[in-house]
């Protein structure tokens, strides 16, 4: 089968590569591209360690084939931070220990950005929901979602 | 090495002819296609992606009919404030399917044709009377929601014919609808019943027209017309509520599996269909 060339925007920066039809956009990203920050956890949208934003939405890239990527913008983890400068977010999930091994992070992360993109001031429960297609078998939730709270208020700080 | 291909017509008659050949697949949001195709339930010759069709995605209003495109996601229907005072209970129903994830990309076009006799917005869409236009190799046509699953994991979709858009009528004055399930949490579960209730009401405040539909309690999700006949007339006492949970429990032909067992299914379908009619017929008054 030949392969497809897909021409995409990858944390800002324009990209091009060959995929399979079959590849999914995390094959492309871990594999491909070597962004390995993005997670395969179940590979069947149930876990939320592959997410990513696609043009502004929140989507988990196990369940979207590469080849879909055309054109689009896609926003990792590996973008998240500044210029060696973290992000609020990656910030006080460090302070508040919101994480342990580490595995669902990447994608708690990227989660947690799409809602404060668009609620910069979410209730808890808000987060909660927002959140529930991300697992975490470590840290049983509550420091994530105190950890996404303080990000959130320290964000409305710099914005005033 | 998989064979598969990829395509992503841009017009309606290339999407029905690259839908025509055989082992080619439509995608839309893929949240159900995907999983199957990588546990190898599924293996497709060509994936149709849908969603570069021109129009196929988005919400419009006509002559106080909402139609909204095939390919529009969970997410977007959920923003359309429009849409959402008149069709809550279809809103809600579409926004109960899966993550915030799933929601980014999920459409209620997919959820109907991968066929699940558990599908979240079957119900309501069938409660709305909602309609589903059709492209195909014979040219367009109009089925009701009701008539596209014929049985899990089948439509009555001829090859090369895919839903092109879904319309939901014009809503008379006094009117709305409300989507129930139960799922053993509140999060990311198959309903094991599912109950979907759409109505009008008089200036009297009696229920003037009733539509009830009924998922996860049967191989199809039912349009059960005896349910919605007995709120006809009424204020929603006790007296046509329990006839509504009677015709609900008898329409039900459920199976026993891990979510739930016959009776119990049968059961709850009987009281999430008064909840949903209850739920309706407040915000039908609320109207007012
Ligand atoms: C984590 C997770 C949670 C979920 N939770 C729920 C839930 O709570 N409730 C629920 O009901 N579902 C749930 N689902 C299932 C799924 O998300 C829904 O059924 C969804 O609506 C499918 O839509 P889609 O656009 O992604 O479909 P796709 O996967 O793109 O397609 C599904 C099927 O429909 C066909 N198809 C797609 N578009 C068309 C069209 N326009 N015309 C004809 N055929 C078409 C495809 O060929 C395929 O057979 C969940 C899935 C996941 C992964
Ligand atoms: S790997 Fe994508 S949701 Fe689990
Ligand atoms: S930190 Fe280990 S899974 Fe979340």
């Known amino acids: ?160 | 090495m998989s064979q598969l291909q990829y395509l992503a017509p841009s017009t309606i008659d290339d999407a029905v002819l690259a839908l025509a050949a055989s082992g080619a697949r439509a995608l839309s949001g893929g949240t159900d296609l995907l999983v199957q195709l990588r546990a190898g339930r599924m293996a497709p010759g060509a994936i149709v992606d849908l969603k570069r069709i021109e129009g196929i995605s988005g919400i419009r209003q006509e002559g106080g009919a909402f139609i909204i495109g095939a390919a529009t996601s969970g997410a977007v229907i959920g923003e359309h404030a429009a849409l959402c005072r008149a069709w809550p209970g279809v809103v809600e129903a579409v926004n109960l399917i899966g993550s915030t994830q799933v929601q980014g990309r999920a459409t209620m076009a997919g959820n109907l044709c991968n066929a699940s006799p558990a599908a979240d917005s079957v119900p309501a869409l069938i409660a709305a009377r909602a309609v589903c236009i059709i492209a195909g190799p014979g040219g367009r046509r109009e089925a009701p929601v009701e008539d596209i699953v014929t049985a899990p994991g089948r439509t009555s979709l001829a090859q090369g014919e895919f839903i092109v858009a879904f319309r939901l009528p014009p809503r008379p004055a006094r009117s709305s609808d409300a989507y129930l399930r139960l799922i053993p949490r509140t999060e990311m579960d198959i309903a094991v019943a599912g109950a979907g209730v759409s109505l009008t009401l008089d200036a009297e405040g009696r229920v003037s027209e009733a539509y009830v539909a009924l998922g996860a309690v049967a191989p199809t999700a039912l349009l059960v017309a005896d349910a919605g006949a007995a709120l006809v007339g009424g204020r929603l006492d006790e007296d046509s509520l329990s006839r509504l949970d009677a015709a609900a429990r008898a329409a039900c032909r459920p199976i026993s599996d891990k979510r739930g067992t016959i009776e119990y299914r049968t059961k709850i379908a009987g009281v999430l269909a008064r909840r949903a009619a209850q739920a309706a017929y407040q915000r039908a008054s609320d109207q007012a």
């Open chain 1, 1 to 160: 089968m030949s392969k497809l060339h897909v021409s995409t925007v990858v944390n800002g920066d324009p990209v091009e590569f060959l995929a399979d039809p079959a590849m999914t956009l995390l094959d492309v990203l871990r594999d491909e591209l070597n962004l390995t920050g993005s997670k395969e956890g179940c590979g069947s949208g149930d876990c939320g360690a592959c997410s990513v934003i696609v043009d502004d939405r929140l989507v988990c890239s196990c369940l979207m084939l590469a080849a879909e990527a055309e054109g689009r913008r896609v926003a990792t983890i590996e973008g998240l931070a500044q210029g060696g400068q973290l992000h609020p977010l990656q910030q006080k999930f460090l302070e508040h220990a919101a994480l342990q091994c580490g595995f669902c992070t990447p994608g708690l992360l990227m989660a947690s950005k799409a809602l404060l993109d668009v609620n910069p001031d979410p209730t808890e429960t808000e987060v909660r929901y927002w959140l529930a297609g991300n697992l975490c078998r470590c840290t049983g939730y509550d420091k994530v979602v105190r950890a996404v709270m303080d990000a959130a208020a320290e964000l409305r700080q710099e914005r005033v």
